[in-house]
């Protein structure tokens, strides 16, 4: 009988053993994305590669763009990658009119800024940090999304105050679920989502976006990362709209790409 035990517990303990070394590979098959996955060259043209010899590619001058990195230190939350930020700010380049869902320290904003035309419109639209005790949870929100939300709206100021750039940006200090887009409608070249992930906001959000968009505007939503909980709003409601929308996750981001056709 001793024996028994002893055989189940080493078997038990290989299979835990083995768990954990795949841990990372069985989470991304239990969480595959149920959305068409896809690099950023098959997205848009600006990012197909040039050839520069037989066995060299490069980007094209389209995607060079300023851009700049965040030590881990400054203790900022949220922020996109820099893979992310390169392909927001190649977008902006051939974009007039840019909106954004999500202010927060204004890192993409700035990487916006820094690569749009001078003429171009930059819109961001943040919770202003003295209106946060006045935020609720919808019944469907995710309660780690909501804590988040108040996290990630601390700011009054941002990375791009007081910069040349700053003048191409109009900060608006509201509830996106207040926000009356009416001004905006068919007017935008690019929209980026990332404010609350609570699924209440990305409905709300998303929904003003599609109406916000020109005949050939393009849309980004930031953190679709399924199996991770505090986006877990962000993938329902992505997954709920690419049954309507053709929806693309980038690969090597957590960026979903639409655009309007």
Aim: charged fraction near 25%; hydrophobic fraction near 35%.
């Amino acid at each position: 009988m001793t024996l028994k035990i002893i055989v189940l517990l080493l078997i038990l303990t290989n299979f835990i053993f083995i768990l954990l070394l795949n841990k990372k590979r069985i989470k991304n098959y239990v969480y595959k994305p149920k959305i068409k996955q896809i690099d950023i060259s098959q997205a848009h043209e600006i990012f197909k590669l040039k050839e520069i010899s037989k066995n060299l590619k490069g980007p094209k001058n389209d995607v060079i763009i300023k851009s700049f990195s965040i030590s881990n230190n400054n203790n900022i939350v949220g922020m996109t990658s820099d893979q992310e930020g390169w392909i927001i700010g190649s977008l902006s380049k051939i974009s007039k009119n840019i909106f954004e869902f999500g202010t927060c320290s204004g890192k993409t904003t700035y990487i916006m800024a820094l690569n749009s035309n001078d003429d171009a419109n930059i819109t961001s639209i943040t919770l202003d940090p003295k209106d946060l005790s006045e935020i609720s949870k919808k019944n469907d929100d995710n309660k780690v999304s909501f804590r988040n939300i108040k996290h990630e709206s601390i700011y009054d100021k941002f990375l791009f105050s007081g910069e040349s750039v700053a003048d191409k940006i109009n900060v608006i200090f509201q509830n996106s679920l207040e926000f009356n887009h009416k001004e905006y409608l068919g007017k935008m070249d690019l929209i980026f989502i990332d404010g609350g992930h609570t699924y209440s906001v990305v409905k709300n959000d998303s929904e003003k976006s599609f109406e916000m968009l020109n005949s050939n505007g393009i849309i980004l939503w930031h953190d679709y990362v399924p199996g991770k909980r505090s986006a877990q709003d962000v993938v329902k409601y992505i997954h709920e709209i690419s049954k309507k929308k053709n929806l693309y996750s980038i690969k090597g981001t957590s960026l979903v790409y639409y655009k309007n056709e």
